[in-house]
């Protein structure tokens, strides 16, 4: 194969799945020192996709550490979760809008960090993704019109991942820029 389709084919598989790396930890927890068995991004994708529910955690105010489970859909590399506005959670986010997010496994690790948004007009097509996604994955859903123009409805964009289905051996670390 020539050089140039090689570069390209590398340059598109790496704007699709980001590139994992291995988190710092300290020496005893046997993390490997080489890349060799890392876990690739459509694991994360994979089961954010499918879990039925995801942890959410917000900062209050003043500093209080808030952890709520919560419904949502995992679409294009982001977490859509609403509620009402009068939530702990929906408070804390408009204050501060740092967010963890991990699943219920601790065997099977998922674990985010980011940001999360209040949407204020997501745009019909989105709109109509987040209808009928919530409608096949939990049996029920708001017309696209009500997430075209509700309160309490967050886009949660990760920016660091870690991951993890045999600790220490595939241990995972994903830095994401904010495009992703």
Known sequence: MPAARRSSKKTQLHRSEPAGTRPRMPPGYGVPKHNKGLLPWSHVDDRMT????????????????????????WIDGRLYCGGSPLTRRHRNLIANPSVCVHLESATDVI????????????????????AEGTREKYGYAMRPEYYEKAEGVFEFRPRVVLAWSHFPKDVTRWQLRNDV
Do not use: M, N
């Open 111 to 130: 674990i985010l960090h980011g940001e999360a948004r209040e949407l204020r007009a997501p745009g019909r097509a989105l709109a109509a993704r987040l």
């Open 50 to 73: 499918k879990a039925r529910q995801y942890w959410v955690c917000t900062v209050s105010p003043d500093g209080r550490p808030h952890s709520t489970p919560v419904d949502g859909l």
